[in-house]
T-cell receptor
Framework: TQLLEQSPQFLSIQEGENLTVYCNSSSVFSSLQWYRQEPGEGPVLLVTVVTGGEVKKLKRLTFQFGDARKDSSLHITAAQPGDTGLYLCAGQKNTGNQFYFGTGTSLTVIP | DADVTQTPRNRITKTGKRIMLECSQTKGHDRMYWYRQDPGLGLRLIYYSFDVKDINKGEISDGYSVSRQAQAKFSLSLESAIPNQTALYFC?????????????FGPGTRLTVL
């Protein structure tokens, strides 16, 4: 079983709609990251959260780290076709150690 | 020029063949990683290296080996390829600053084992 589970696995929405992607674990992480991957390319870092309860915003994307540092969410407001891609969360249990990646959420935004 | 490069980008091989995937980076990072990606499973860590003399197994190292030839080069070998090693393979580098690392990924190698 994966250490980090993401839901939903697939999401197809109309342009302009809002959505939330979840990343859950029973383990505590010292930091959690969100990446976006486009077809034919490697993942690219969007954000890192390190403090329980932390909220970070990146334009229309809002990232939250759970109070207990076991889960995270990504909320997209007014989705655009350019948001289409695979979204991956990744956690580090201790600073400087290996990363554990989530199962991924494939998002399609229909114009 | 890309900071993290992988060769080859695509490879088709047969069961039992030895395969080497290569990764080079110009970012000057000490840390390098090999992952495989399968649909519905995200990325799973195969091996990682925190410097030239350091090699560590990840969660799925069986059937794979690695070599860190220099700070900038980290290669992944499949000694005897099998069909369930068909996957997309990514190399990544990272640097440690403050509380976190940021990983930078190569473009990936699509490997098919027949």
């Amino acid at each position: 079983t994966q250490l980090l589970e993401q839901s939903p696995q697939f999401l197809s929405i109309q342009e302009g709609e809002n959505l939330t992607v979840y990343c859950n674990s029973s383990s505590v992480f010292s930091s959690l990251q969100w990446y976006r991957q486009e077809p034919g390319e490697g993942p690219v870092l969007l954000v890192t959260v390190v403090t329980g309860g932390e909220v970070k915003k990146l334009k229309r994307l809002t990232f939250q780290f759970g109070d207990a540092r076991k889960d995270s969410s990504l909320h997209i407001t007014a989705a655009q076709p350019g948001d289409t891609g695979l979204y991956l969360c990744a956690g580090q249990k201790n600073t400087g150690n290996q990363f554990y990646f989530g199962t991924g959420t494939s998002l399609t935004v229909i114009p | 020029d890309a900071d993290v490069t992988q060769t080859p980008r695509n490879r088709i091989t047969k069961t039992g063949k030895r395969i080497m995937l290569e990764c080079s980076q110009t970012k000057g990072h000490d840390r390098m990683y090999w992952y495989r990606q399968d649909p519905g499973l995200g990325l799973r860590l195969i091996y990682y290296s925190f410097d030239v003399k350091d090699i560590n197994k990840g969660e799925i190292s069986d059937g794979y080996s690695v070599s860190r030839q220099a700070q900038a080069k980290f290669s992944l070998s499949l000694e005897s390829a099998i069909p369930n090693q068909t996957a997309l393979y990514f190399c990544a580098t990272s640097t440690h600053r403050g509380h976190t690392d940021t990983q930078y990924f190569g473009p990936g190698t699509r490997l098919t084992v027949l």
